[in-house]
């Protein structure tokens, strides 16, 4: 089975930016997904791509301002994350699934991302 792999977390200050990037173990045809929770809240979707790069709609509070990327060369998908506020914090996590609209059945570990005011 596929295995995922985040990595890019970490602190930054409002208005900073960061690069998340997501490994899977083995080239896949999956649709790969970026989701996030924060402390108290449920996990909720910031976008999602086809290997052939097609992505859904971004959550609506981070429109304009992250970026979803794919390298089936590598195997990766990065989210680029820029004008980053405090309400972004949250544990993001990459997963796998069979569609856009999943079910995404496969799970990274997660990375944390504070962002400080």
């Known amino acids: 089975q596929v295995q995922l792999v985040e990595s890019g977390g970490g602190l930054v200050p409002a208005g900073g930016s960061l690069r998340l990037s997501c490994a899977a173990s083995?080239?896949?045809?999956?649709?790969m997904g970026w989701f996030r929770q924060a402390p108290g809240k449920e996990r909720d979707l910031v976008v999602a791509?086809?290997?052939?790069?097609?992505?859904?709609d971004y959550a609506d509070s981070v429109k304009g301002r992250f970026t979803i990327s794919r390298d089936n060369v590598k195997s990766t998908v990065y989210l680029q994350m820029n004008s980053l506020k405090p309400e972004d914090t949250a544990v993001y996590y990459c997963a796998a699934g069979a569609t856009l609209q999943g079910p995404y059945e496969i799970w990274g570990q997660g990375t944390l991302v504070t962002v400080s005011s």
């Open positions: 791509v086809t290997w052939r790069g097609r992505t859904t």
């Open positions: 083995e080239r896949t045809f999956y649709a």
